[in-house]
């Protein structure tokens, strides 16, 4: 899902076509107010943060079903523009990025974290044979990993319309007995353990309610030695002092959450804490923010287009709201707010 | 969905034990021809399960198409086994990624719960309440 990335600098990003987007929301400096007010709502965004793993059931049902219900209805729209992958490109910092670069950068970006990771790709004996692409879209990624190690590819989606397409663009190119596309939950998937060894999930980790469980599948369905790979929207890291973000920053990521379906938001260090406590192995994390920015005036400018308004304009609510909350993406990024991280590690070897 | 995929696939719904292999009932199905790969086959051959890949063959109507014990990898690295039609290479092949299941159901063998498979598409998804916590 497009997303905005955020500086890391001090410096906020103002790349050209941005600046009218970035001056509309504005800082919304809370102004102090002493007393009651003040003491609830730092409680109110405890509580907020602390939820996190504990969505209610039919909440949690509302959020599958209100996924499927997006990418159902915006997939089409999406690859007619953007193509078959569905993740940001990965791009040197700083430089302005055109719609033509945009698939190499896809590209570069899975290659950009299959050597963050340390995958071996050229020993026969090492390289892996069967992946798990969790949160596959159309399975940009799965297909290009099969073709890559040769691998068998299982991707894993919530929407049954990216399922379908997915095996039908596996069959034009070839790849029907490498690549297949089944619809499961991440947080259930439907695998026994330990087959997989490359756990893959691109860009999907924003929409799993319950970070733990979701990281503890990866683990789970990891192979021993398997690598995982985590590429996923975070919120900054709390300083020392904090308990929570602030409450403009709760209610920045508030907005945005509720027109992409993300359930709440976590700090990369927040996923490290997690695979320590599974005992995961060689944790990794790196913040790509910068790298994926350039992307932003791409895609604005893309629905600027004509193709790109029409595209929008018939493609329902679901996937026009998604557009208009873009602003405040880039308000969170320009804010250091939100980030682009990459997390990886290791499933132990066999005792 | 192929049947490698099936014997990938396994049920987490509440009450399961294993929730493996899932039990296959077709509706429709059809074969899609591709080249074998000995390699792959060699590689993949250790990681099956046997009697759950020869169970879903018989639930297609071939219980003729593989053997009751699978084939050694002498068998499948044999010089010409490729070629050889009928022969153990090519059977292997035909079963795991030639045969593709359109419409029918996967059923948990634990609980009996139904995992509908539609266009070529199983859908494993759980109603909340039959996710473990």
Not at chain 1, 43 to 67: F, Y
Not at chain 1, 182 to 204: I, K, N, R, T
Not at chain 1, 257 to 262: I, K, R, S, T
Request: charged share 25%.
């Amino acid at each position: 899902m497009a997303h905005v990335a955020a500086t890391t600098g001090t410096r906020p990003l103002h790349p050209p076509g941005l600046r009218y987007y970035a001056s509309r929301g504005g800082c919304a400096s809370a102004s102090p107010r002493a007393g009651i007010c003040t003491r609830r709502r730092r409680r109110e965004a405890t509580l907020a943060v602390r939820a996190m793993a504990q969505m209610s059931t039919a909440a949690a049902a509302g959020l599958k079903e209100g996924i499927a219900g997006l990418y159902d209805e915006s997939s089409g729209v999406w690859e007619s523009i953007w193509g078959d992958h569905m993740h940001h490109g990965f791009y040197d910092a700083g430089v302005a990025a055109s719609m033509s670069d945009h698939r190499r950068a896809q590209i570069r970006m899975i290659e950009e974290a299959l050597a963050f990771a340390a995958v071996p790709a050229d020993d026969p004996e090492k390289k892996p044979k069967s992946v798990v692409d969790v949160g596959c879209g159309i399975g940009g990624s799965s297909r290009y990993l099969a073709n890559k190690y040769g691998a068998q590819c299982y991707g894993i989606t919530l929407s049954p319309v990216q399922a379908e397409r997915g095996n039908a663009l596996a069959a034009e190119q070839g790849l029907s007995d490498k690549a297949s596309f089944q619809v499961a939950d991440a947080l259930e998937q439907p695998f026994p353990d330990g087959q997989f060894d490359l756990v893959w999930s691109m860009e999907s980790g924003e929409h799993m309610p319950d970070k733990r469980k979701f990281v503890s599948e990866l683990a789970r369905v990891a192979a021993p030695g398997a690598r995982i790979i985590i590429v996923t929207w975070c919120h900054r890291n709390l300083e020392p002092s904090e308990n929570s973000l602030k409450p403009d920053e709760l209610n920045l990521l508030k907005r945005i959450c509720d027109a992409y379906y993300l359930p709440d938001w976590c700090s990369p260090s927040d996923y490290v804490k997690i695979a320590k406590l599974l005992s995961l192995e060689d944790i990794r994390t790196a913040d790509w923010s910068e790298n994926v920015a350039p992307f932003w005036p791409a895609v604005i400018k893309s629905a600027l287009t004509w193709k790109g308004l029409t595209s929008l304009l018939t493609s329902g609510w679901k996937t026009i709201r998604g557009a208009l909350v873009m602003p405040l993406m880039i308000e969170g990024y320009n804010k250091g707010l939100i980030k682009f991280s990459i997390i990886t590690c290791r499933k132990p070897e066999a005792a | 969905m192929r049947l490698l995929t099936h014997n990938m696939l396994a049920s987490n719904a509440r009450g399961a034990v294993t929730g493996y292999p899932l039990k296959l009932q077709v509706v429709k199905w059809s074969t899609k021809e591709v080249e074998p790969n000995a390699d792959f086959l060699r590689g993949i051959l250790p990681k099956l399960d046997w009697p759950a890949l020869v169970a879903a063959t018989h639930a297609l109507g071939l219980p003729e198409l593989l053997p009751e014990t699978p084939p050694t990898d002498a068998e499948l690295s044999a010089e010409g086994a490729a070629e050889e039609e009928g022969g153990p290479l090519r059977r292997l092949h035909r079963a795991l990624l030639e045969i593709h299941i359109e419409e029918g159901t996967l059923v948990c063998p634990d609980t009996e719960r139904c995992f509908p498979i539609s266009r070529g598409v199983p859908n494993m998804l759980l109603h909340e309440d039959e996710v473990r916590n």
